[in-house]
């Protein structure tokens, strides 16, 4: 059988342009430039992954340490503290603005390291599930970590796999596939790689094909990746939810709801208080004590003297 020809770095389509289940399995391997029988060679595969990278969806971008901190100084009871502590420095109390201002980055600190430790844990944890996939390469099934599989490969499909790409039937036997995940229908869908589908056949109904994130619930098969990482089906629902900002749970308005009130109490208390101080402070110093100078009253160290000084005169 020949060999047909491996297509250059520009020659190769874009993986998720063209409308594969429209095709059949020998038009969809002619097209990707694969060799059914032996799969893509080492070179080409290392070539292909060059080209269109690591079969992974993009991580989400990671917040810089000053946009955590101002993430964090954001929140209504820290604006609180740094509201109290400017105004402790207005009135002049400089040790209590210190100390306020030093419990803000005691907290700030600790919410922002906890939240990395966090992303960490879930980052490693995430390396130890890593998928692999049984990839045809030179000719032999060959175990490989899902993220190194390319489009053009061949890849055996079976009962309990998850998909590791989008990618179009060769051959079927029985094989049935969840595919709740991009759906969110829990019914197995069957599958048959003979069918050649119109071009405005929705995502649920390509029977022909199956998509990363989807799992093998019985039977198996072989298929030919068509779109890895971000451009597959699984990447484009992933890249919308990203778009989307998740609504508040009714706890955590609850909680924004009651830490504005909080806030404004604590203000409240914040102004009145010293200005109260402030009142009865002006208030005493404007009194004059009786005996004091220039009060008009001279009070005696000894009463009985004045009574004496009384009882002569008269």
Not at 218 to 235: H, K, N, S
Request: glycine share 10%; net charge positive.
């Amino acid at each position: 059988m020949s060999v047909p020809p491996v297509l250059k770095q520009d020659e190769l389509p874009p993986a998720n342009d063209r409308q594969w289940y429209t095709l059949t399995a020998q038009q969809t391997v002619a097209q990707l430039g694969t060799d059914t029988p032996n799969g893509l060679m080492t070179m080409e595969a290392q070539r292909r992954l060059a080209q269109s990278g690591l079969n992974r969806l993009p991580a989400r971008k990671r917040r810089s340490i000053p946009a955590e901190f101002i993430k964090e100084l954001r929140e209504p009871l820290i604006l609180m503290l740094l509201v109290t502590g400017v105004l402790y420095g207005l009135w002049g109390e400089f040790s209590d603005t210190l100390t306020i201002f030093a419990v803000i980055l005691v907290v700030l600190g600790v919410e922002i390291f906890n939240e990395r430790r966090a992303e960490q844990a879930i980052g490693a944890l995430g390396k130890l599930a890593e998928p692999t996939a049984s990839i045809r390469r030179d000719g032999q099934y060959v175990t490989l970590p899902a993220e190194q599989i390319v489009p053009g490969d061949l890849v055996l499909v079976q009962a309990g796999q998850r998909v590791p790409a989008d990618a179009r039937l060769i051959t079927t036997v029985g094989l049935m596939a969840d595919e709740s995940s991009l759906s969110g229908e829990s019914i197995a869908v069957e599958k048959d790689a003979a069918l050649t589908l119109p071009a405005e056949t929705p995502l649920t109904e390509r029977h022909n094909m199956v998509f990363a994130g989807s799992t093998i619930s019985q039977g198996q098969g072989t298929a030919v990746v068509v779109a890895t990482g971000a451009v597959t089906e699984l990447g484009h629902i992933a890249a919308l939810a990203r778009r989307v900002k998740p609504p508040r749970t009714a706890l955590q308005i609850s909680m924004r709801a009651l830490s504005r009130w909080l806030v404004w109490i604590a203000l409240g208390f914040s102004l009145v208080i010293p200005l109260l101080g402030w009142l009865r402070g002006r208030c005493g110093g404007g009194k004059r004590r009786l005996g004091s100078p220039g009060s008009g009253v001279r009070l005696t160290d000894q009463p009985g003297r004045a009574l004496r000084q009384g009882s002569r005169t008269a």
